[in-house]
T-cell receptor, first 115, second 112 residues
């Protein structure tokens, strides 16, 4: 398997524009997570899905953020409108709930810069 | 509020020394504990997991868990310059499947 695939790798956008980040989890994994990483706040869990269903979105910072998982092989994180404080690295991760030891596999991340 | 605390560092050790990284967590219901390594500009990758009190060894790495003290540590023996990275402690969220909360990480620098 190619691992978790995220696109784009880098995104530069102007304040107020809509941004869509994409993720393809590892085939067969039933959990998908969106994290955001900044120097100040570290790696924050934004939302996670189980079997394509959103389970907990309490980490989503504002209503400007939304996430969907229309099928087992694709998820999006959308920011509309974007603001400079949204600049961060956004990671998607997936895992399979087989044992409590299971690890989360991370994608390469999308570095978002909002100017 | 679930929290995972780590000393941000940087922690500097000479090549061949033992590096000791520490982590505390707030939720007593957490059962699984992970150490991830993250090189600059890269994504986190798993080094070790532990869920029983005591020590778990894997090569040069030893994870230690004390649930009574809500404390997890990672020891790196014979540290190498290639170990220079940020080490993230992660803890499972109870009743949340495999969802993890991460600490902000400790930056380790190994000098040759």
């Amino acid at each position: 398997d190619a691992g978790v695939i995220q696109s784009p790798r880098h995104e530069v956008t102007e304040m107020g524009q809509e941004v869509t980040l994409r993720c393809k989890p590892i085939s067969g994994h039933d959990y998908l997570f969106w994290y955001r990483q900044t120097m100040m706040r570290g790696l924050e869990l934004l939302i996670y899905f189980n079997n394509n269903v959103p389970i907990d979105d309490s980490g989503m910072p504002e209503d400007r953020f939304s996430a969907k998982m229309p099928n087992a092989s694709f998820s999006t994180l959308k920011i509309q409108p974007s603001e400079p404080r949204d600049s961060a690295v956004y990671f998607c991760a997936s895992s399979s709930y087989q044992t409590r030891d299971t690890e989360a596999f991370f994608g390469q991340g999308t570095r978002l810069t909002v100017v | 509020q679930k929290e995972v605390e780590q000393n941000s560092g940087p922690l500097s050790v000479p090549e061949g020394a033992i590096a000791s990284l520490n982590c505390t967590y707030s939720d007593r219901g957490s059962q699984s504990f992970f150490w991830y390594r993250q090189y600059s500009g890269k994504s986190p990758e798993l080094i070790m997991f532990i869920y029983s009190n005591g020590d778990k060894e894997d090569g040069r790495f030893t994870a230690q868990l004390n649930k009574a003290s809500q404390y997890v540590s990672l020891l790196i023996r014979d540290s190498q310059p290639s170990d220079s990275a940020t080490y993230l402690c992660a803890v499972n969220i109870p009743q949340a499947g495999t969802a993890l909360i991460f600490g902000k990480g400790t930056t380790l620098s190994v000098s040759s």
